[in-house]
């Protein structure tokens, strides 16, 4: 199916002469004919409202030939019914309104042959609109922002200084030092500086221990690197420092080690999960920043209890393997109370000859949890 662009009519014969006449040079002669240069391809015109509608030459033709059909069906339905001279009138007035329109539809047909120039017209057409427009809304954008916008931006001064500074020398010596900080790292401190704080900050804490009231069980320390390591056997062993020298700095945790151990019980893996460590360090070090003067005391008291119930979970488990492997007619777990108590029976051979009897001995390990005790 053929497609026709819409085009306006062809000018008038002597403008279409003269503009396809060259244009006469100095001599008389005709001119070499100037080529224009090549662009690329404009751009396609879509339908709508930016574009002019297209209607197809077959179309159109099909139109008018059903138009001119149905009329003349009617004509002749209705021609019987009247008179001579009214046949030959509507005879008459439908023969000239079909040549009018068959002779419509032949210039339409002939000017048919030139729409593609017309089509190229109307396509830089549309352009040159669209481009006005985005110029006229760019336009008036930039008004708008000159007027409310940009009323008080104004530019800063020149760093003057820090320009020749930059230039001269290579760097630039007034940087904020909080900037400076957090991209810079630290200058490290010598060997000799790190061994003067060491020493120090070990002057430190020999003065805080001779002020302060140890435990009894933590007078096995020792004070090395900045550090005071307290051990008690079997139990635990803590490591702390100070971070100032003032007599209200509160201790500070590094390290707890719980000594507790029995490599049958934990299939030789530690009694204590690490996360449980990590448990009673923060506790610790809470418990030291809270108590003041009686920090190491009440630090003793919580591992102490916790190394005790460690060791009373180590005696019911040996016990109770001891029971299974050998002795379970002589020796009987009688009550188990974690962390609290662990009543053991033994010699129970004594009991079969008279089951209502009370002989026999039994013992019973129970942990203490009083705080005044050192």
């Known amino acids: 199916m053929q497609h026709v662009e819409p085009v306006g009519l062809p000018g008038p014969p002597h403008l279409q002469q003269q503009s396809a006449s060259p244009a006469p040079g100095p001599s008389g002669a005709g001119a070499p004919q100037q080529h224009p240069q090549q662009q690329g391809p404009l751009p396609v015109v879509p339908f709508g409202p930016q574009g002019p509608p297209q209607v197809s030459l077959s179309l159109l033709i099909e139109f008018i030939v059903q138009r001119t059909y149905h009329d003349l069906s009617v004509l002749a339905e209705l021609l019987p019914r009247k008179t001579d001279m ?16 068959l002779v419509r539809l032949l210039a339409l047909v002939k000017w048919a042959s030139s729409a ?12 040159c609109e669209r481009s006005a427009g985005i110029f006229m809304e760019t336009a008036d954008m930039l008004a708008r ?22 230039l001269t020398t290579g760097s630039y010596s007034r940087v904020p030092r909080c900037i400076r900080d957090r991209i810079l790292p630290p200058t490290p401190i ?14 430190v804490i020999e003065h805080r221990l001779v002020t302060t009231e140890l435990p009894t069980r933590m007078r096995n320390l020792s004070i090395a690197d900045g550090r005071v390591t307290f051990t008690v056997p079997h139990e635990f062993e803590v490591t ?44 610790c070090q809470a418990r030291l920043a809270e108590n003041g003067r009686l920090a190491l005391h009440d630090l003793y008291n919580t591992l ?11 005696l019911h488990s040996q016990t109770q393997k001891l029971c299974y492997d ?3 007619d002589y020796v009987r777990v009688e009550e188990y109370k974690p962390t609290r108590c662990l009543t053991v029976s033994y010699w ?16 019973s390990v129970q942990v203490l949890f009083d705080k005044k005790i050192y």
């Not at 102490?304 to 180590?314: A, C, N, R, T, W």
């Not at 129970?348 to 000859?353: C, I, P, S, V, Y």
Request: charged share 25%; with cysteine; proline share 4%.
């Open 86 to 101: 009214e046949r030959k009138v509507e005879i008459f007035n439908y023969a000239s309104r079909t040549r009018m329109i």
């Open 116 to 127: 593609s120039k017309v089509d190229k017209c109307v396509s830089i057409m549309a352009f």
């Open 145 to 166: 922002m000159s007027r409310e916008t940009l009323v008080r931006a104004t530019l800063p001064n020149f760093h003057l200084p820090a320009a020749v500074e930059i």
């Open 190 to 203: 010598t060997p000799a500086e790190r061994r003067s704080v060491l020493l120090r900050i070990n002057q």
């Open 240 to 283: 702390l420092t100070l971070m100032g020298e003032g007599a209200h700095v509160p201790w500070r945790l590094l390290r707890v080690a719980v000594l507790v151990e029995d490599k049958e019980t934990g299939e030789g893996r530690s009694l204590i999960h690490s996360m449980q460590v990590r448990y009673v360090e923060q506790l």
């Open 304 to 314: 102490h209890s916790l190394s005790q119930s460690l060791q009373l979970e180590v």
């Open 326 to 328: 050998r002795l379970g």
């Open 348 to 363: 129970r051979e004594l009991m079969t000859k008279d089951p209502k009897s009370e002989l026999g001995y039994r013992f």
